[in-house]
């Protein structure tokens, strides 16, 4: 068994899947085409690594075990932890997270079977807002890139 994630590394990783969403968002909106679900899976896992990232930091993953269930991919329980542990969001952000929660919890971004388009949000708000959000999980644990 590898050494643990370190909350630096953990935001480091929700940065980079940040950018991949960032990179579909572009393609699709070149093309004219409404969002695919890749993008939201991206922002998802951002936001869920972000999140993480920020609890780790401030020790609450020692009494949640924050990558086993429940807590695993429950965008919502995570960030109500995260907030009273002292994280502020964005209330945009935190909004967009209620949205997307349900959906990843359930893995509605995952699969094929799943497949089409789901648009939440425009591509321009999604991003801005997670990337809002993971400024703040930055903010909050003193990351410098």
């Known amino acids: 068994m590898g050494n643990p994630v370190q909350p ?3 935001l480091a990783y929700a940065v980079s899947l940040l950018k991949g969403a960032e990179a579909i968002g572009a393609s699709a909106h070149k093309q004219g ?3 695919v679900q890749p993008f939201f899976l991206l922002i998802c896992f951002a936001l869920e690594n972000g999140l993480k990232a920020y ?3 401030c ?3 020692g009494t949640e075990k924050i990558d086993r ?3 695993a991919h429950d965008l919502k329980r995570l960030a109500d932890l995260a907030t009273k542990a002292g994280l502020v969001l964005p209330k945009d952000s ?3 997270i209620d949205s997307l929660s349900d959906y990843h919890f359930q893995h509605q971004f995952r699969y094929p079977k799943n497949a089409g388009t789901v648009e939440i949000f425009s591509n321009e708000f999604t991003y801005v807002w997670a990337d809002k959000a993971l400024a703040s999980v930055a903010r909050g644990i003193g990351y410098v890139p």
């Open 8 to 10: 630096d590394d953990r």
């Open 33 to 35: 085409r409404r969002l």
């Open 55 to 57: 609890l780790q930091h």
């Open 59 to 61: 020790g609450v993953d």
């Open 69 to 71: 269930a429940p807590l």
């Open 94 to 96: 935190s909004n967009l």
